[in-house]
C-alpha cells in the first residue's frame, strides 16, 4: 500500500521559513516524478514544484521560483520543500504526490498526472 505522509508544516511570519518533508514508502519510487501541489481555502490545488527521479530535471511555479527549493532522497524515499522568504499568500495546504515518469512541460504540473497523494500538511503565513 502505497502512503505519503507530509511533516513539518506550522505558522511563520511573513518571511520566516519553513523545511516541509514528505515520507514515501509501499513501493519503489525509482523512475517516479515527486512534486508538492498547495491548495489555499476557496482556491483550487495548484502546482508547487516537481523533481525527477534522477537527474537535474526539476521546475517551480513562477509564484515560488527563488524561494522555494525542491529536492530528494531517494535512499530514504523523503521528499523535500525548503520555503524561504514566506508569504501570507503562501497559506495552504501543502500535498505531495508521485507520479511515474517525467513530463516535458505544462503536464507535469497538473494534478492529474499524479496518482499517489498524502493527506496534506497546514503551512500558515502571517503578516
Known amino acids: 500500500q502505497v502512503q505519503l505522509v507530509e511533516s513539518g508544516g506550522g505558522s511563520v511570519q511573513t518571511g520566516g521559513s519553513l523545511r516541509l518533508s514528505c515520507a514515501a514508502s509501499g513501493r519503489t519510487f525509482a523512475g517516479y516524478t515527486m512534486a508538492w501541489f498547495r491548495q489555499a481555502p476557496g482556491k483550487e490545488r495548484e502546482f508547487v514544484a516537481r523533481?525527477?527521479?534522477?537527474?537535474?530535471?526539476?521546475a517551480y511555479a513562477d509564484a515560488v521560483k527563488g524561494r522555494f527549493a525542491i529536492s530528494r532522497d531517494n535512499a530514504k524515499n523523503v521528499l523535500y520543500l525548503q520555503m524561504n522568504n514566506l508569504k501570507p499568500e503562501d497559506t495552504a495546504v501543502y500535498y505531495c504526490?508521485?507520479?511515474?515518469?517525467?513530463?516535458?512541460?505544462?503536464?507535469?504540473?497538473?494534478?492529474?498526472?499524479?496518482?499517489?497523494w498524502g493527506q496534506g500538511t497546514q503551512v500558515t503565513v502571517s503578516s
Open positions: 504526490a508521485a507520479g511515474a515518469g517525467w513530463s516535458w512541460g505544462t503536464e507535469g504540473s497538473t494534478a492529474e498526472r499524479y496518482g499517489d
Open positions: 523533481k525527477s527521479y534522477t537527474g537535474p530535471h526539476l
